[in-house]
């Protein structure tokens, strides 16, 4: 640390007791100065020489002892203390703690140099330009001591000095970096030890570019925003080191934020101060920090109830780079007093924003554009199906969400028939029109082998959407034996939800009899359905060399000769419950199980 020494006399101040302070010195003491309680016998010829607000309120010719009460000086005692001996030309020692306190003191008394030459308010200033405000460190140090004498420090600038000499150290070029700084993070290189070359020459440590993040933690709020913004201002630092900057600075000012619980409610009004700051200071530019981050920012705001334009600047922010996002990250619990778990009015308009700003970018290739539909579209299914466990959770928000993505962004609909099924678990008691909104968003002919597969026994799904199933996956077996693939495969671009024409079409007698005794073979079927009906064995179960089948392995063959035995029955009603009564005699029965 930096420090400087004035006066060359012995320091010969005493005490009498907490609150007497006196110079230790033959003459008689004339005048008496009040600080707070603290009470200063001296004399007023050198307070006089250096101090012009005493040449003011002082009589030099009075023969009383007067006394003066300052007690509004800035820096209380300790303060008037080092401007009284400097008076006295005793030794004093300014450093990066004391400085900022004793340029306010001298400041509040006068003591410029149209007082006096090579006043203390000349010493101070030529200390700290020549050596503090060089320092790192005690740049940092002076401009935090800055905080309990905030207002005449802004006006003096010693503030903005600080700022900007702390600022432009941050951006300085990393190979000239050659103070000491605090890096706990993960680091680029090992900072505690020096690799050497092969020829025994030390390697030079690399320094990162976000070297100086951890000791501007330290500042206060408003302090360390007046030097984010002097870095700002610099144009020359990265956005996502600025953006690190920040996070580091919310994770060590608010330790449960890191760890996403609850804030303490004492600290509400402080929170909100901050939250509003670091949002305010995030840069516009995307990628500045993590979609992840900013999800914690917003469960944050809505925990503290803060104002909507907070809000709405995040979900914007989010919006951008929402394929970052984990389904985790987008479970914000929902206000106090609503019956379900999560707020998914929230994720709705994160996912809008994401709608319409990729409807509006014109810079993004069309390959990244349809990567992030499809990850964006994963992320929202994979939202689906965790809130879908929530019994309170509304039929309309679940549909409302899953029909905002379009249809390209979803070539398959493994995850979103996923979601479904859960809900359809987990709300029993939902209504055959319900359930048939419900399976109208899932597409039959963008489902996997293995997920058509597990829809065909799966007796929470209607009737009609089993049917669907099974014509498409018969119609994809046959195309792929027959080798045309091409035909089909186009048959799987279609819109990504069901029209109501769509759904009340279910495949004829005509066209279901090709398949009346067809299998479905895929190997992952087949091994759905053995783990379906709890066979463990490999082996032991396959087709015997009669032509066996395998035990409880009930072909969807026999469902469709079922559905078309019964087609008269079956094929007009509008019933979306299992047909269970009727599934008794046949082996189908025992293949339709729910996805766990």
């Known amino acids: 640390m930096k420090f400087m020494k004035l006066g060359s006399r012995p320091d010969s101040f005493q005490k009498d007791g907490k609150n007497v302070r006196f110079v230790a010195t033959d003459l008689a003491t004339d005048i008496i100065i009040k600080v707070g309680d603290?009470?200063?016998?001296?004399?007023?010829?050198?307070?006089?020489?250096?101090?012009?607000?005493?040449?003011?309120?002082?009589?030099?010719?009075?023969?009383?002892?007067?006394?003066?009460?300052?007690?509004?000086?800035?820096?209380?005692?300790?303060?008037?203390?080092?401007?009284?001996?400097?008076?006295?030309?005793?030794?004093?020692?300014?450093?990066?703690?004391?400085?900022?306190?004793?340029?306010?003191?001298?400041?509040?008394?006068?003591?410029?140099?149209?007082?006096?030459?090579?006043?203390?308010?000349?010493?101070?200033?030529?200390?700290?330009?020549?050596?503090?405000?060089?320092?790192?460190?005690?740049?940092?140090?002076?401009?935090?001591?800055?905080?309990?004498?905030?207002?005449?420090?802004?006006?003096?600038?010693?503030?903005?000095?600080?700022?900007?000499?702390?600022?432009?150290?941050?951006?300085?070029?990393?190979?000239?970096?050659?103070?000491?700084?605090?890096?706990?993070?993960?680091?680029?290189?090992?900072?505690?030890?020096?690799?050497?070359?092969?020829?025994?020459?030390?390697?030079?440590?690399?320094?990162?570019?976000?070297?100086?993040?951890?000791?501007?933690?330290?500042?206060?709020?408003?302090?360390?925003?007046?030097?984010?913004?002097?870095?700002?201002?610099?144009?020359?630092?990265?956005?996502?080191?600025?953006?690190?900057?920040?996070?580091?600075?919310?994770?060590?000012?608010?330790?449960?934020?890191?760890?996403?619980?609850?804030?303490?409610?004492?600290?509400?009004?402080?929170?909100?101060?901050?939250?509003?700051?670091?949002?305010?200071?995030?840069?516009?530019?995307?990628?500045?920090?993590?979609?992840?981050?900013?999800?914690?920012?917003?469960?944050?705001?809505?925990?503290?109830?803060?104002?909507?334009?907070?809000?709405?600047?995040?979900?914007?922010?989010?919006?951008?780079?929402?394929?970052e996002a984990s389904v985790f990250d987008l479970l914000i619990p929902a206000p106090e007093g609503e019956k379900h778990r999560y707020d998914i009015e929230m994720v709705l308009s994160i996912v809008k924003e994401f709608v319409s700003q990729g409807c509006n970018d014109s810079q993004t290739s069309s390959l990244a554009s349809t990567n992030t539909k499809l990850a964006v579209a994963k992320l929202v299914d994979g939202y689906l199906a965790e809130v879908a466990q929530d019994p309170n959770f509304p039929l309309s928000k679940f549909v409302d969400l899953a029909e905002m993505l379009s249809s390209e962004s979803r070539p398959v609909h493994d995850a979103l028939y996923r979601a479904i099924d859960m809900y359809l678990k987990e709300h029993p008691g939902m209504s055959k029109s319900e359930k048939k909104k419900m399976c109208s968003l899932m597409d039959c002919k963008k489902l996997s082998a293995e997920a058509s597969m597990h829809a065909v026994q799966n007796e929470r799904l209607p009737l009609r959407v089993v049917v669907q199933v099974l014509f498409f996956e018969q119609v994809r077996s046959s195309v792929v034996s027959s080798g045309c693939r091409g035909s089909y495969g186009s048959s799987r671009s279609g819109a990504t939800t069901n029209t109501e024409d769509e759904w009340d079409v279910i495949p004829r007698v005509e066209d279901l009899k090709p398949f009346k005794n067809t299998k479905l073979r895929t190997s992952a079927s087949h091994r759905e359905s053995n783990r379906s009906n709890g066979n463990t064995e490999t082996n032991t179960n396959k087709d015997d060399g009669n032509g066996g089948k395998s035990k409880g392995n009930a072909t969807p063959g026999k469902m469709i000769s079922k559905l078309w035995s019964s087609k008269g029955e079956n094929c007009s009603s509008d019933t979306s419950e299992s047909p269970v009564e009727e599934s008794k005699s046949t082996p189908a029965k025992n293949m339709r199980h729910s996805m766990s």
Not at 40 to 53: A, D, I, N, Q, V
Request: hydrophobic share 40%; glycine share 4%; aromatic share 8%.
């Open 38 to 323: 603290a009470k200063f016998y001296l004399h007023k010829f050198p307070l006089l020489s250096k101090c012009g607000l005493l040449q003011k309120t002082v009589t030099i010719t009075d023969e009383t002892c007067e006394e003066i009460d300052l007690s509004d000086i800035p820096g209380g005692p300790a303060a008037f203390e080092i401007c009284a001996k400097f008076c006295y030309a005793m030794t004093v020692t300014l450093n990066a703690y004391n400085v900022i306190a004793a340029r306010c003191a001298a400041e509040y008394l006068e003591m410029q140099e149209s007082v006096e030459k090579g006043n203390i308010i000349y010493k101070i200033e030529v200390f700290l330009n020549t050596s503090i405000l060089r320092s790192w460190k005690d740049s940092i140090i002076v401009l935090q001591s800055t905080k309990s004498f905030l207002s005449l420090a802004e006006d003096l600038k010693l503030v903005s000095h600080c700022a900007d000499s702390i600022a432009s150290k941050a951006v300085i070029d990393t190979s000239m970096v050659n103070w000491s700084y605090t890096y706990n993070r993960k680091k680029l290189q090992s900072e505690d030890s020096a690799e050497a070359h092969w020829n025994g020459v030390v390697k030079e440590q690399s320094v990162p570019e976000d070297w100086w993040v951890e000791d501007l933690s330290e500042l206060e709020l408003d302090l360390y925003k007046r030097v984010i913004i002097a870095i700002k201002s610099k144009a020359r630092m990265p956005n996502q080191v600025i953006g690190e900057a920040l996070k580091t600075y919310m994770y060590k000012r608010l330790p449960s934020f890191s760890k996403g619980s609850m804030v303490h409610k004492d600290d509400v009004l402080k929170n909100k101060t901050m939250l509003e700051t670091i949002t305010w200071l995030l840069p516009k530019e995307k990628g500045a920090v993590t979609c992840g981050f900013l999800l914690k920012l917003l469960r944050l705001a809505n925990l503290l109830n803060i104002g909507d334009m907070v809000k709405k600047d995040l979900i914007k922010r989010i919006g951008r780079q929402l394929e």
